[in-house]
């Protein structure tokens, strides 16, 4: 479940990780608990990034992490990790 407080990286760490198999804008809508007005600019940031890809798929486009995706979600968990070891 997500946090109730996030910031903008966390949110887009959040998108990353949940599309690693590939979602629609819905299921990011319901699993991350954003609003529709969010997940565009959301989407935009990442795809423009080159952090997510979008794929037709039975007439629905489906966000998938690409591979700097994957990357970028690795680097911003070991911040994490250190943030949570200073304090």
Request: glycine share 6%; net charge positive.
């Amino acid at each position: 479940m997500p946090k109730l407080r996030r910031d903008a990286t966390d949110i887009r760490a959040e998108i990353l990780d949940f599309a690693q198999q590939g979602v629609t804008r819905s299921a990011i809508f319901s699993g991350l608990c954003l609003t529709y007005k969010q997940i565009p600019k959301y989407l935009s940031f990442l795809n423009d990034a080159g952090l997510v890809e979008i794929r037709e798929a039975g007439g629905r486009e489906i966000y998938i992490t690409t591979e700097e995706g994957k990357k970028w979600l690795k680097t911003y968990r070991q911040l994490k990790e250190i943030e949570k070891q200073a304090a």
